[in-house]
């Protein structure tokens, strides 16, 4: 070789020839100039036939060895002598690895190279602890051989030792022998893992890595659950009996416990993961538990499988294609509800479409509480394509476009569309509509477009806001594309952008959700000025704007509900989305036009910043995310001060930033402060830590020293948002005096302030104005139907409270928003 590989990798002849011969095939055509292909073959008979009739065709090819040992010998001895052989500075000895990816896997190897790390997980994490090691061995989820790059350089030579029996986790076993001692990182995988093909260890490999756990434990306390693994090993293959047995088990199990009945089925699904019962149980636990994602997962891969079982048996293909499904709705009626807090289960008509209605058995096992209220609105199909009682005339569409509209998004709405219509195919193309109540005449508009079937048009009529994750939601639950575009009625794809965000889907399997370069958006690094001119058809990111997401529909991908209006659902589904192992995308040859605003600006949405901190307080709740708030523990009183992290959501802060606040303000530092002069931005700070803190007496204080002066706009919100949460009007006004209050938010604390005190006279002057500016504000419905109430205009309070409830009814008071007409 000219010069040293970054990447060794070793391939053994210790697995079925099929997947050997194929990943061989997979890694000659890379032809990565940094890596090294070692073939170790001990078995002759294997060499001589197929693709290895060629071996000194094979020799020549550069950076491929073929090393042929005289008598077949174990996986860990061929391996052995591949190290031996190898040059490269990291190892990699996969036994199966599918649709690998030349572009990840160069990047991997750059970021690995630049890391002084041991070893590299791909796409997993490794056990905290021996009890976890334990406890995955048992159920098979240990990173297996391929998940693993071993930085030779890391781990002294004594110990880069391998050992028999382990199969496919014969580097696993080197990894828990050094690992404690060695620093390690996970990392994206650069080929697909199939998580549903996951096999419990035969029980030989679990004894000889239970031998080896055993020789690195002393305490006895420790050994004990290793022998008692040892001594319930079973070497007899589970029968079909027994497997119906843990089943019933499991079945009874799940009315008094769902998760222990799910943990059940899980241990038995790691040694017979095809075993059909165990399968359908899962479902029906995992919807039981709410954990709706991964039943709709597990459904679509039960439903591929079939359908690839069915074409390969015509017979049986044509006598389902013929079976009646069930009606969408149990009445008959195109009525549903709307989805409440959680993930909405999948309905009935995804049952029908996926072909699982033969699980309908196991499910009705089961109890659930049917007297628990939903808390669900109704909704109407409109005259959208309605199910049908045969599966095979209800189509399946390349891509499902679902685009979420409320308030006055009628014109927005008509644009979008028409450039649809002018770069989709409505023969691949399905488009669904959410019409969050709107305000104006899109009802209408929509039952128009009906009417011509236009784009093969489904419409859904909320009688209320379901906000956006909600509403989404809905749409990907009656979707029957392969791919899912959630667009924002004010974004404006370019030609060809659409096209693009599919091909990436489809080429590259690792990707669960891409997005376009946009002119405008809260994303920063999706900015097409922003990005600089690639090569690559796309660049990996770690959040979209939710303006334009394309999903793939396999994935089972939904929003979270738990985030009302507006706000995070799409960090938050980016962060599912790479928990469980896709990448997020945004492709580089793709643009769109994102008229930012124009849908939430009419709501009134950006005026007050508070919808977005206390979602910012769920999203880093629900991630462990936020940021760090210890207070400096060193330095004097004002650098201290200075120093003092506030949190995000100013009026929410943590117990422990409280606490630290209270051991930090001592009335000893009080009166240093007291005595002390500030400089205006030191006083500032002093003011926004005092204010966070609800410290109101040391407040006022300090206030006193910042009547004179131009404050920032950030700190004038801050305190006029402060003393009206508190009812102190006087000291609302007083700060709404200043030059610097200016602008939308501050007309709105003045009107919301003589609404409260009773002051009708200049009260609608100042309501129109911002009538004007945000049209579709709920704040301002709820104000005018307060207006009528004080002039005791019942009638006209009741119509505009209504409107409010309808427009944001999360908000609202607890009062009925009025039936659309149909």
Same mark, same amino acid.
């Given at each position: 070789?000219?010069?040293?590989?970054?990447?060794s990798?070793?391939l053994t002849?210790?697995?079925?020839?099929d997947?050997?011969?194929?990943?061989?095939?997979?890694?000659?055509?890379?032809?990565?100039?940094?890596?090294?292909?070692?073939?170790?073959?001990?078995?002759?008979?294997?060499?001589?036939?197929g693709?290895?009739?060629?071996?000194?065709?094979?020799? #020549?090819?550069?950076?491929?060895?073929?090393?042929?040992?005289?008598?077949?010998?174990?996986?860990?001895?061929?391996?052995?002598?591949?190290?031996?052989?190898?040059?490269g500075?990291?190892?990699?000895?996969?036994?199966?690895?599918?649709?690998?990816?030349?572009?990840?896997?160069?990047?991997?190897?750059?970021?690995?190279?630049a890391?002084?790390?041991?070893?590299?997980v791909?796409?997993? #994490?490794?056990?905290?602890?021996?009890?976890e090691?334990?406890?995955?061995?048992?159920?098979?989820?240990?990173?297996?051989?391929?998940?693993?790059?071993?930085?030779?350089?890391?781990i002294?030579?004594?110990?880069?030792?391998?050992?028999?029996g382990?199969?496919?986790?014969?580097?696993?076993?080197l990894?828990?022998r050094?690992?404690?001692?060695?620093?390690?990182?996970?990392?994206d995988?650069?080929?697909?893992?199939?998580?549903?093909?996951?096999?419990?260890?035969?029980?030989?490999?679990?004894?000889?890595?239970?031998f080896s756990?055993?020789?690195?434990?002393?305490?006895?306390?420790?050994?004990?659950?290793?022998?008692?693994?040892?001594?319930t090993?079973d070497?007899?293959?589970?029968?079909?009996?027994?497997?119906?047995?843990i089943?019933q088990?499991?079945?009874?199990?799940a009315?008094?416990?769902?998760r222990?009945?799910?943990?059940?089925?899980?241990?038995?699904?790691?040694?017979?993961?095809?075993?059909?019962?165990?399968?359908?149980l899962?479902?029906?636990?995992?919807?039981?538990?709410?954990?709706?994602?991964?039943?709709?997962?597990?459904?679509?891969?039960?439903?591929?499988k079939?359908?690839?079982?069915s074409?390969k048996?015509?017979?049986?293909?044509?006598?389902?294609?013929h079976?009646?499904?069930?009606?969408?709705f149990?009445?008959g009626?195109?009525?549903?509800?709307?989805?409440s807090?959680?993930i909405?289960?999948?309905?009935?008509?995804?049952?029908?479409?996926s072909?699982?209605?033969?699980?309908?058995?196991?499910?009705?096992?089961?109890?659930?509480?049917?007297?628990?209220?939903?808390?669900q609105?109704? @909704?109407?199909?409109g005259?959208? @394509?309605?199910?049908?009682?045969?599966e095979?005339?209800?189509?399946?569409?390349?891509?499902?476009?679902?685009?979420?509209?409320?308030?006055?998004?009628r014109?927005?709405l008509?644009?979008?569309?028409i450039?649809?219509?002018?770069?989709?195919?409505?023969?691949?193309?399905?488009?669904?509509?959410?019409d969050?109540a709107?305000?104006?005449?899109?009802?209408?508009y929509?039952?128009?477009?009906?009417?011509?079937d236009?784009?093969?048009?489904?419409?859904?009529t909320?009688?209320?806001?379901a906000?956006f994750?909600?509403?989404?939601?809905?749409?990907?639950?009656?979707?029957?594309?392969t791919?899912h575009?959630?667009?924002?009625?004010?974004l404006?794809p370019?030609?060809?952008?659409?096209?693009?965000?599919?091909?990436?889907?489809?080429?590259?399997p690792h990707?669960?959700?891409t997005?376009p370069?946009?002119d405008?958006?809260?994303?920063?690094s999706?900015?097409?000025?922003?990005?600089?001119?690639?090569?690559?058809?796309?660049?990996?990111t770690?959040l979209l704007?939710?303006?334009?997401?394309?999903?793939?529909?396999?994935?089972g991908?939904r929003?979270?509900?738990?985030?009302?209006?507006?706000?995070?659902?799409?960090?938050?589904?980016?962060?599912?989305?790479?928990?469980?192992?896709?990448n997020?995308?945004?492709?580089?040859?793709?643009t769109?036009?994102?008229?930012?605003?124009?849908?939430?600006g009419?709501m009134?949405?950006?005026?007050?910043?508070?919808?977005?901190?206390?979602?910012?307080?769920?999203?880093?709740?629900r991630?462990?995310?936020?940021?760090d708030?210890r207070?400096?523990?060193?330095?004097?009183?004002?650098?201290?001060?200075r120093?003092?992290?506030?949190?995000?959501?100013?009026?929410?802060?943590p117990?422990?930033?409280?606490?630290q606040?209270?051991?930090?303000f001592?009335?000893?530092?009080?009166?240093?402060?007291?005595g002390?002069?500030?400089?205006?931005?030191?006083?500032?700070?002093?003011?926004r830590v005092l204010?966070?803190?609800?410290?109101?007496?040391?407040?006022?204080?300090?206030?006193?020293?910042?009547?004179d002066?131009?404050?920032p706009?950030?700190?004038?919100r801050d305190?006029?948002?402060?003393?009206?949460?508190?009812?102190?009007?006087?000291?609302?006004?007083?700060?709404?005096?200043?030059?610097?209050?200016?602008?939308?938010?501050?007309?709105l604390?003045?009107?919301?302030?003589k609404?409260?005190?009773?002051e009708?006279?200049?009260?609608?002057?100042?309501l129109?104005?911002?009538m004007?500016?945000?049209p579709?504000?709920?704040?301002?419905?709820?104000?005018?139907?307060?207006?009528h109430?004080?002039?005791?205009?019942?009638e006209?309070?009741?119509?505009?409270s209504?409107?409010?409830?309808?427009?944001?009814?999360?908000?609202?008071?607890d009062?009925?928003?009025?039936?659309?007409?149909?």
């Amino acid at each position: 070789m000219t010069a040293q590989p970054t990447l060794s990798v070793l391939l053994t002849m210790h697995t079925e020839p099929d997947r050997f011969a194929s990943l061989v095939e997979t890694l000659l055509d890379f032809e990565l100039p940094d890596c090294e292909l070692i073939i170790i073959s001990d078995r002759h008979e294997a060499v001589d036939e197929g693709l290895w009739q060629l071996p000194d065709a094979l020799s #020549s090819r550069k950076n491929v060895f073929v090393e042929r040992l005289p008598s077949p010998v174990g996986r860990a001895t061929a391996l052995n002598r591949g190290l031996a052989l190898a040059q490269g500075s990291f190892i990699w000895a996969p036994q199966q690895a599918s649709r690998l990816n030349k572009m990840l896997m160069r990047e991997v190897l750059r970021k690995v190279s630049a890391e002084p790390e041991a070893f590299w997980v791909l796409d997993q #994490s490794l056990p905290s602890d021996p009890a976890e090691w334990l406890n995955q061995l048992h159920r098979g989820h240990l990173p297996a051989d391929e998940q693993l790059l071993i930085n030779r350089s890391a781990i002294p030579p004594q110990q880069l030792l391998f050992r028999e029996g382990l199969g496919r986790y014969t580097l696993t076993e080197l990894i828990y022998r050094v690992h404690k001692r060695r620093s390690w990182q996970k990392t994206d995988s650069f080929f697909v893992i199939d998580r549903q093909a996951r096999h419990r260890p035969p029980a030989t490999v679990r004894q000889e890595f239970l031998f080896s756990m055993l020789r690195m434990t002393i305490e006895t306390e420790d050994r004990q659950p290793l022998l008692d693994a040892l001594s319930t090993l079973d070497f007899t293959t589970p029968g079909k009996e027994e497997g119906e047995s843990i089943v019933q088990q499991a079945r009874a199990l799940a009315e008094e416990d769902a998760r222990r009945a799910l943990e059940m089925i899980n241990n038995h699904l790691a040694s017979q993961p095809h075993h059909t019962e165990a399968l359908k149980l899962k479902v029906a636990l995992l919807e039981q538990l709410r954990r709706h994602v991964e039943a709709a997962e597990l459904k679509y891969e039960l439903n591929r499988k079939r359908k690839n079982e069915s074409a390969k048996d015509p017979a049986s293909l044509t006598k389902r294609d013929h079976q009646v499904q069930p009606n969408l709705f149990s009445d008959g009626s195109n009525k549903i509800s709307e989805p409440s807090n959680e993930i909405s289960e999948p309905s009935r008509a995804d049952e029908a479409d996926s072909g699982l209605s033969e699980l309908d058995e196991p499910f009705s096992l089961i109890k659930t509480n049917s007297d628990e209220p939903s808390g669900q609105e109704e @909704t109407d199909y409109g005259n959208s @394509t309605a199910p049908d009682s045969d599966e095979t005339t209800r189509p399946h569409y390349e891509l499902s476009i679902i685009i979420p509209t409320a308030g006055q998004g009628r014109h927005l709405l008509e644009s979008c569309l028409i450039r649809l219509e002018e770069l989709c195919d409505p023969h691949t193309t399905e488009l669904i509509i959410i019409d969050n109540a709107s305000i104006d005449d899109t009802f209408d508009y929509l039952n128009q477009l009906s009417e011509v079937d236009f784009f093969n048009i489904r419409v859904i009529t909320n009688s209320r806001n379901a906000g956006f994750a909600r509403s989404v939601n809905q749409g990907m639950e009656v979707a029957q594309g392969t791919y899912h575009l959630v667009m924002h009625n004010d974004l404006l794809p370019d030609p060809g952008a659409i096209q693009e965000m599919v091909y990436i889907m489809e080429n590259n399997p690792h990707i669960g959700v891409t997005g376009p370069l946009i002119d405008n958006g809260d994303v920063e690094s999706q900015l097409a000025g922003n990005i600089g001119a690639s090569e690559e058809s796309y660049i990996k990111t770690d959040l979209l704007d939710s303006c334009c997401m394309l999903f793939r529909a396999s994935a089972g991908t939904r929003f979270n509900e738990v985030y009302g209006l507006a706000f995070y659902e799409s960090a938050d589904v980016c962060r599912e989305l790479a928990g469980r192992g896709y990448n997020i995308a945004i492709a580089t040859d793709a643009t769109a036009t994102h008229l930012h605003r124009q849908t939430t600006g009419p709501m009134g949405l950006h005026l007050d910043p508070w919808l977005r901190l206390e979602n910012a307080d769920i999203y880093n709740a629900r991630w462990d995310l936020g940021p760090d708030l210890r207070f400096p523990a060193k330095g004097d009183i004002f650098d201290r001060i200075r120093s003092i992290p506030l949190p995000a959501n100013i009026f929410n802060p943590p117990g422990y930033w409280l606490d630290q606040m209270e051991a930090l303000f001592t009335s000893e530092v009080r009166t240093v402060i007291q005595g002390t002069h500030f400089e205006d931005e030191d006083l500032f700070k002093l003011i926004r830590v005092l204010l966070v803190a609800d410290r109101r007496d040391f407040l006022r204080q300090m206030e006193e020293r910042i009547i004179d002066s131009d404050l920032p706009e950030e700190l004038l919100r801050d305190l006029v948002r402060y003393y009206f949460r508190h009812n102190i009007y006087s000291r609302c006004k007083l700060y709404l005096e200043k030059p610097q209050a200016t602008g939308l938010l501050f007309d709105l604390y003045r009107l919301r302030i003589k609404i409260d005190e009773k002051e009708i006279a200049g009260s609608v002057e100042l309501l129109n104005k911002l009538m004007e500016a945000c049209p579709c504000h709920p704040e301002l419905y709820w104000i005018a139907a307060e207006m009528h109430h004080i002039a005791g205009n019942e009638e006209e309070a009741e119509s505009f409270s209504m409107l409010a409830e309808q427009l944001y009814p999360e908000r609202g008071r607890d009062i009925d928003a009025f039936e659309i007409k149909y």
